[in-house]
């Protein structure tokens, strides 16, 4: 039997059994829509885990001194900076691209001090590569070309008793080994809803800290990308990019911590996914092992007249086939729109979870109170996928099992 007769054959069939054909469909479709929903959320949680390490420091990519990974030590700076981090700029798929340099020292105010992490920051890019400090609940952020301001987190400014344009005395332990000091006026206070993380804002021009530390340069070039799911294109080109002594780092390698709680979470999904089209997977093969028990006497005459075990199997494939087909095309129907509509408003966790505007903090990432599952052209492949795997593994067993049909027996009338 030609494939043309094949196709014809089988369409014909699931014409004939119509209301069977239907509620097939009907099954995948439901099933194969829950699945595309519950991995629209996997990949929203995935984006939106990934922007929030990304957006609170980590970013996405990060050139750093090489064996800064390992030693995680604020002494290490770039050489050659200014000139990566121009190129790194000029890159297609970078959002974001911006230097920093860290000291360890004392703030002090009157009676009071803190030991804190000085950040020297660009101010013309910071702000928009770190949203801890993009709106400010007092005063203002950092100037461009200005020296000797500071913008303090909530936390840490209460425990100095600082308030705008106070006067704090920064001092560390130099390149030398002398303590170096600067006076630094306070220009603007963060509050992000997280004690911790308003306890580690302390930003000051680079310049600060290089006078401060007695090294010139950034520690580090914190990049964002315009695109997550491109991170690995963008590595690639950037790559080359790279100066000598220094090493590019993912936001894997700079955060280990968030891929453990991704991959765990991820494994619930594919579990809930996995169980959801096993359960798909048992109503059609249920249905299609009916309807070849029911169509046994005409899979004996077929094979009575000559078709070969081969062609029985390839009618019930491509009935799974076409099944799987329409399926698809049902769940984009249903669950496209679905997904479309919960991207588009977003899902408010910050109600349930009585966190601020500014959002919530797990984990030491301040997290976007409303999430947004993901929606793109992907869930028109994943459904195609997902309704011809479910169909065609679910017409394997019927398939054999016409191709075994003894002619002699099916056809034999009981007396």
Same mark, same amino acid.
């Given at each position: 039997?030609?494939?043309?007769?094949?196709?014809?054959?089988?369409?014909?069939?699931?014409?004939?059994?119509?209301?069977?054909?239907?509620?097939?469909?009907?099954?995948?479709?439901?099933?194969?829509?829950?699945?595309?929903?519950?991995?629209?959320?996997?990949?929203?949680?995935?984006?939106?885990?990934?922007?929030?390490?990304?957006?609170?420091?980590?970013?996405?990519?990060?050139?750093?001194?090489?064996?800064?990974?390992?030693?995680?030590?604020?002494?290490?700076?770039?050489?050659?900076?200014?000139?990566?981090?121009?190129?790194?700029?000029?890159?297609?798929?970078?959002?974001?691209?911006?230097?920093?340099?860290?000291?360890?020292?004392?703030?002090?105010?009157?009676?009071?001090?803190?030991?804190?992490?000085?950040?020297?920051?660009?101010?013309?890019?910071?702000?928009?590569?770190?949203?801890?400090?993009?709106?400010?609940?007092?005063?203002?952020?950092?100037?461009?070309?200005?020296?000797?301001?500071?913008?303090?987190?909530?936390?840490l400014a209460r425990r100095l008793g600082a308030a705008l344009d106070d006067e704090l005395v920064a001092t560390a332990v130099d390149a030398t080994g002398e303590m170096s000091n600067l006076l630094l006026t306070v220009v603007g206070i963060?509050?992000?809803?997280?004690?911790?993380?308003?306890?580690?804002?302390?930003?000051?021009?680079?310049?600060?800290?290089?006078?401060?530390?007695?090294?010139?340069?950034?520690?580090?070039?914190?990049?964002?990308?315009?695109?997550?799911?491109?991170?690995?294109?963008?590595?690639?080109?950037?790559?080359?990019?790279?100066?000598?002594?220094?090493?590019?780092?993912?936001?894997?390698?700079?955060?280990?911590?968030?891929?453990?709680?991704?991959?765990?979470?991820?494994?619930?999904?594919?579990?809930?996914?996995?169980?959801?089209?096993?359960?798909?997977?048992?109503?059609?093969?249920?249905?299609?092992?009916?309807?070849?028990?029911?169509?046994?006497?005409?899979?004996?005459?077929?094979?009575?007249?000559?078709?070969?075990?081969?062609?029985?199997?390839?009618?019930?494939?491509?009935?799974?086939?076409?099944?799987?087909?329409?399926? $698809? /095309?049902?769940?984009?129907?249903? #669950? *496209?729109? =679905?997904?479309?509509? !919960?991207?588009? +408003?977003? &899902?408010?966790?910050? $109600? /349930?979870?009585?966190?601020?505007? #500014? *959002?919530? =903090?797990?984990?030491? !990432?301040?997290? +976007?109170? &409303?999430?947004?599952?993901?929606?793109?052209?992907?869930?028109?492949?994943?459904?195609?996928?997902?309704? !011809?795997?479910?169909?065609?593994?679910?017409?394997?067993?019927?398939?054999?099992?016409?191709?075994?049909?003894?002619?002699?027996?099916? !056809?034999?009338?009981?007396?």
């Open positions: 039997m030609t494939g043309t007769v094949t196709m014809r054959y089988a369409l014909r069939s699931l014409r004939r059994n119509l209301r069977r054909s239907i509620l097939s469909v009907a099954g995948v479709a439901f099933g194969v829509g829950i699945g595309l929903i519950a991995l629209s959320w996997v990949r929203g949680e995935e984006t939106m885990s990934i922007n929030a390490a990304a957006a609170g420091g980590v970013g996405h990519l990060r050139i750093a001194p090489l064996g800064w990974n390992e030693r995680r030590d604020v002494e290490l700076r770039i050489d050659g900076w200014s000139d990566a981090l121009a190129r790194a700029r000029a890159l297609d798929g970078v959002a974001v691209a911006t230097p920093r340099a860290r000291v360890e020292g004392l703030l002090g105010l009157g009676t009071r001090s803190a030991h804190v992490e000085l950040t020297g920051v660009d101010p013309t890019t910071e702000q928009a590569a770190l949203r801890h400090v993009r709106a400010l609940s007092e005063g203002r952020y950092l100037a461009a070309g200005e020296h000797g301001e500071i913008v303090l987190g909530r936390t963060a509050e992000t809803g997280s004690e911790d993380i308003d306890a580690m804002i302390a930003h000051v021009a680079l310049a600060d800290v290089e006078t401060l530390s007695g090294r010139p340069g950034a520690g580090e070039i914190t990049i964002l990308a315009e695109d997550v799911y491109a991170l690995e294109a963008l590595a690639a080109r950037l790559g080359p990019l790279v100066p000598a002594g220094s090493e590019l780092l993912t936001w894997l390698e700079v955060a280990p911590e968030l891929r453990m709680n991704l991959e765990s979470d991820g494994a619930f999904f594919d579990l809930a996914v996995g169980i959801i089209l096993f359960v798909v997977l048992l109503g059609v093969a249920s249905a299609q092992l009916t309807g070849v028990l029911e169509r046994r006497k005409e899979f004996a005459v077929l094979a009575a007249l000559g078709m070969r075990a081969r062609a029985l199997v390839a009618v019930v494939v491509v009935e799974g086939l076409v099944l799987g087909g329409a399926s $698809a /095309l049902g769940a984009l129907a249903w #669950a *496209g729109p =679905s997904v479309r509509k !919960l991207n588009v +408003d977003g &899902v408010n966790l910050g $109600a /349930l979870m009585d966190s601020s505007e #500014a *959002g919530y =903090s797990f984990g030491g !990432l301040l997290f +976007d109170p &409303v999430f947004h599952p993901d929606f793109g052209a992907w869930l028109v492949p994943h459904a195609f996928a997902l309704a !011809l795997t479910a169909t065609i593994l679910a017409s394997l067993y019927p398939a054999w099992f016409a191709s075994r049909t003894d002619p002699a027996n099916a !056809l034999r009338v009981d007396r």
